[in-house]
Each structure stands twice: as C-alpha cells, then as structure tokens.
C-alpha cells in the first residue's frame, strides 16, 4: 500500500539554525498538510496546501514557517530560525481530496525536531 | 470553528476486557468525524470515520464508535482488547463543506493494556 514517507526521522539543530524537513505525499494525492506534535501534547494543525499555494494556515504558522513542493513529488517544511519551542514530532500528511469531501488523511511516521 | 474534547487522558484496562473511549465534539456546522491510533514511534493511521448514514461504524481491528448527533459525541468501542492495542487514541472532526479543510485533533487518550 502506498504510504507518506518523511525523512529525516529525528533531526537535531542549533537555535537559530535553519531546517527543512521533508516529506513524499502519495503519488496520486493532491492535497498535502503539516501537523505537529509537542512531546505529551495533541497534534496539532499547521498548514495545508493544494494547488501549489497554502489553502489555510494556523497561528503557529508564522513567518519563521514556509511550505514549498520544489517538485512533483517533494513537500516541504522550513523552518527559518529555529526556537526552542519548536522541539516536536512534525507529521506529514496527504489526501486524494479534501477532507471536507470525507477523504482520510494519510500520514508520514513523522520526523522528531530537536532544537537545542 | 470546530473543537474535539476527549474526557480521558489515560484509560487503563485489564486484556479481554470491554473499553470505551469517550469523545465530545462542538461545531457550528455538520462535520465529518475520525478516530486516529498511533502506535509508539508511529504515525497516526486511520482506525474508522463517520461520513454519514449508519450511526454505528466499524473499523480496523475490531473497533467500533456511534455518532449520536444530540449528545455530540462519537465514542470509540471494543469488546475485547488485547494487549497489541496499547496505544495513544485520536478523535477528529473536519469540516464537511469545505474543500482542503483541516482536521482537528482532540488532546489524545493513552490506552493501556494489563496482562
């Protein structure tokens, strides 16, 4: 069965630094989103995209975010400036359609941010 | 705006036993309704969905939940667990109208299994 694949699965950096992490939605999928997790915490919404542009966005979601699909398989997450903050388990996620049309969300195994 | 409560952080059960975890939903408009699992060191996978029609819907590995439209909830059942089933329980709603709608996660429910 096809499956969202995200790499790397644990990524440490520095405050400051810059990190990208990248995810490989289904190849047939056409929406794609970012959700994150802080350690014993919910999973939390931050992006989504579709079309080659962001669809809706949350207020985690600040100018430090940005997404980008480089390619016709890629979707990625940088992070500019990291913070401390940001330490969590970042998923991925993609469907063939909008959830509002009741298509389920697959996700990536996620890759653990450690910003020290 | 739509909002997921899931009453239970931590729910501890004895394996064979029945397990119910409970989840209360708010929203202003009608709404699609999941239940995610994430095993240790997993992602979140699909366990079942409520679109519409039968109130009662059946999932993966022998779970089941009911949408019960005046009590806004939709609680996640299993007769018999086993101990394969420990595992941290997500609730969600997304939008039913709206197209790229973004799913909301309740705060999670860790179920463990005793021996």
């Known amino acids: 069965e096809p499956e969202v694949t995200q790499t790397p699965s644990h990524q440490v950096t520095q405050m400051g630094q810059e990190v990208i992490l990248r995810c490989v939605p289904i190849?047939?999928?056409?929406?794609f989103y970012w959700y994150r997790q802080i350690l014993g915490q919910k999973v939390e919404f931050l992006v989504s995209?579709?079309?080659?542009?962001?669809?809706?966005k949350s207020e985690i979601f600040d100018d430090q975010f940005s997404v980008e699909r480089p390619d016709g398989s890629n979707f990625t997450l940088k992070i500019r400036s990291t913070k401390l903050e940001d330490s969590a388990m970042y998923f991925c996620?993609?469907?063939?359609?909008?959830?509002?049309?009741?298509?389920?969300?697959?996700f990536g195994n996620g890759t653990r941010l450690t910003v020290t | 705006a739509q909002s997921v409560t899931q009453l239970d952080s931590q729910v501890p059960v004895f394996e064979e036993a029945p397990v119910e975890l409970r989840c209360n939903y708010s929203?202003?408009?009608?709404?699609?309704l999941f239940w995610y699992v994430q095993y240790p060191n997993q992602g979140l996978q699909l366990l079942l969905k409520?679109?519409?029609?039968?109130?009662l819907v059946k999932g993966i590995n022998g779970f089941e939940a009911e949408f019960n439209k005046s009590q806004t909830s939709f609680h996640l059942r299993k007769p018999s667990v086993h101990i394969s089933d420990t595992a941290e329980y997500f609730c969600a709603v997304s939008d039913r109208g709206s197209s790229a709608s973004k799913i909301i996660f309740g705060s999670g429910t860790r179920l463990s299994i005793r021996p």
């Open positions: 996620a993609s469907s063939s359609a909008g959830t509002g049309s009741s298509s389920p969300l697959h």
């Open positions: 190849s047939n999928h056409l929406y």
């Open positions: 995209f579709y079309n080659n542009e962001i669809s809706e």
């Open positions: 409520y679109l519409s029609g039968s109130t």
């Open positions: 929203s202003s408009v009608s709404v699609y």
